[in-house]
């Protein structure tokens, strides 16, 4: 189910003419095999894209997303680059045999990038791939299904999700998981081992949330910064609320959906907003938790993005867009 990336999507231009190395991101991308992991991928980013939109249907947005992983590869492979760093990227996992089937493959492959000490990247793909993301890093830190009962030296492990989302992504699972159902699924899974589920969401539009969804996230005691609130206006405010939730965790997995953004900003996504956030908030706070939790030795062990939507892009700006948020946390804290 994991299918190379095509090369040709890694093209771009070459400057030979300057004085020293001036390298784009299709300079210095490297191909992997998925099948064939190893230490080399120690330390390292690794690109994994996720070609699903099903969870999207499920939850009556718009289809389209599962293209999406290449369209952010494109816009990507042209952005210059002013420090070397090795990124690996291992192609897409195809949602070819239904969502859970895909959401199992991703998780399975994202156990083994984080035990191998490597950070995944995950492109999106509708933003089911939150489960998938979050089941992926539980598995690797406290082992699978009975294996974690047994497991020892975890129990100072604690995980916090943060999602910059107009959507809590929280509505009530009954069996069958959707693109709005990943955080509430994550919670029950960690309730269910009896380990803490922490959250906290950016960026959530109070009129695209309905009073059920809001009550779940309050009741599992969810971080919560309006669309209204999120701007550089209160950035000291927000950093502060951040530094207390993440103050008792111990790794965090960290996850953009596209549909966060102002309309004007991302039109290629299942859900455009009408009143978002703007780019600028969004890349100074990731620029921000990248250094805190790098200096409260914190890792962000996971990142991704969700719901590219190249069939109602415009211009390729939500694909740009998300290239340049993918460009931000892959290069090295300064």
Not at 186 to 191: F, I, V
Not at 216 to 236: G, Q, T, Y
Not at 265 to 288: C, D, K, Q
Request: proline share 4%; hydrophobic share 40%; charged share 20%.
């Amino acid at each position: 189910m994991v299918k190379p990336a095509e090369p040709l999507l890694w093209t771009g231009r070459t400057d030979d003419e300057e004085r020293v190395f001036s390298p784009r991101w299709h300079q210095l991308i490297q191909m992997k095999d998925a099948d064939s992991l190893d230490e080399s991928i120690d330390g390292k980013m690794v690109l994994v894209g996720f070609c699903s939109d099903e969870g999207v249907v499920r939850n009556k947005g718009r289809a389209g997303a599962k293209e999406g992983p290449d369209a952010i590869r494109k816009a990507l492979a042209n952005l210059a680059v002013d420090e070397f760093f090795e990124c690996y990227d291992l192609g897409n996992v195809i949602n070819h045999e239904g969502m859970e089937s895909a959401q199992s493959e991703l998780s399975n492959l994202l156990t083994r990038i984080i035990q191998l000490n490597a950070t995944p990247v995950v492109l999106g793909g509708g933003h089911e791939v939150g489960f998938a993301s979050f089941k992926g890093v539980f598995d690797a830190f406290y082992g699978k299904g009975e294996e974690r009962e047994g497991m020892e030296g975890t129990s100072h492990i604690n995980l916090g999700v943060i999602n910059f989302d107009a959507h809590l992504d929280c509505r009530a699972y009954l069996g069958v998981g959707s693109s709005g159902t990943p955080f509430s699924q994550s919670a029950l899974l960690a309730e269910s081992y009896k380990k803490q589920f922490n959250y906290a969401v950016i960026g959530f539009n109070p009129t695209a949330n309905t009073r059920g969804v809001v009550e779940f996230a309050k009741n599992i005691n969810a971080l919560m910064i309006s669309d209204v609130e999120a701007n550089l206006h209160f950035f000291d405010s927000i950093t502060s609320s951040l530094k207390q939730y993440l103050a008792p965790l111990t790794h965090v997995y960290l996850t953009v959906c596209l549909d966060v953004f102002h309309q004007c900003f991302a039109p290629g996504v299942s859900a455009p907003s009408a009143m978002g956030l703007t780019p600028e908030f969004v890349i100074y706070l990731l620029r921000w938790l990248k250094d805190h939790c790098a200096k409260t030795n914190k890792p962000i062990v996971l990142f991704d993005i969700a719901e590219m939507n190249p069939n109602f892009d415009w211009d390729m700006l939500t694909a740009k867009l998300a290239g340049r948020l993918v460009h931000e946390f892959c290069l090295p804290v300064q």
